[in-house]
């Protein structure tokens, strides 16, 4: 028997509707997760310019905390200078003061040590081209071996490495501390250099960058290092004008 041809046609079109309905459905979906995504990343960059906000205002009390301390110590070693006892308590109270600012991070430090220059690999025909490139985790990495070994300062092309420093991957770049610099990456680091070179050149992470990805990593021990404190100034601008009277 034969069907009907409106019957037929109705069922076509019955079929089709069904059809761009699950398709509208599954793109109305789509986009309601694509939605829920950028705003939880919204949300989240929100929290994290909180925090670097934060961050800032801290970082600013404790330099500004530092440098009154420093002139009410310089006052009282006058007003004590002629007393020995005293002026021998001075020197030790500012002998560790100075290292409280070393180890912080925020003066110059100079010395001997290690420079280590960090390039890509040669260009060569891989799979993925990524694998042949200086990525931030490479360079979190040797500042760790660097750390293990002993380094006492450490700095990313002058950029001072410090406990909030940030090493994150952006383009072709690396961003450090806010900055953004290309390869070749320079990190000098600061401390016994036979143990520095010995230890990160023998290191499994640099083995498998240089044997495997074919990473340059050259590494020289140096008499006469400068690592730069760090510069606050310059990464939280809007720093100045917190941490006023409260």
Same mark, same amino acid.
């Given at each position: ?169 952006? =383009? ?70 917190? =941490?006023?009277?409260?």
């Amino acid at each position: 028997m034969k069907l009907d041809r409106k019957l037929v046609f109705f069922l076509a079109l019955l079929v089709l509707g069904l059809m761009l309905s699950a398709q509208f459905k599954s793109t109305i979906n789509a986009r309601k997760k694509s939605s829920t995504v950028i705003e939880v990343s919204r949300q989240y960059r929100e929290q994290l310019e909180l925090e670097r906000a934060k961050n800032a205002e801290l970082l600013k009390k404790v330099v500004e905390s530092q440098e009154l301390l420093d002139v009410r110590m310089r006052e009282l070693a006058e007003t004590l200078a002629a007393d020995s006892e005293y002026q021998e308590y001075m020197d030790e109270l500012m002998k560790e003061i100075e290292k409280t600012r070393l180890l912080a991070g925020l003066t110059d430090v100079r010395g001997r040590g290690v420079i280590v220059t960090i390039d890509d690999a040669p260009y060569a025909e891989v799979k993925n081209i990524e694998e042949l490139l200086v990525h931030d985790s490479d360079l979190i990495r040797i500042l760790n071996e660097l750390k293990k070994a002993g380094a006492q300062a450490i700095s990313i092309n002058e950029e001072r490495i410090i406990n909030t420093s940030e090493v994150i991957c952006a =383009g072709p770049n690396v961003r450090v501390n806010k900055n953004r610099y290309p390869r070749p990456f320079v990190v000098k680091a600061i401390g016994d250099p036979d143990r520095l070179y010995r230890e990160l050149s023998e290191s499994a992470v640099v083995s498998v960058l240089v044997s495997i990805y074919g990473i340059r990593i050259d590494i020289r021990k140096s008499d006469d290092i400068l690592v730069p404190g760090y510069r606050w100034e310059e990464k939280y601008p809007l720093a100045s004008g917190l =941490g006023g009277e409260s």
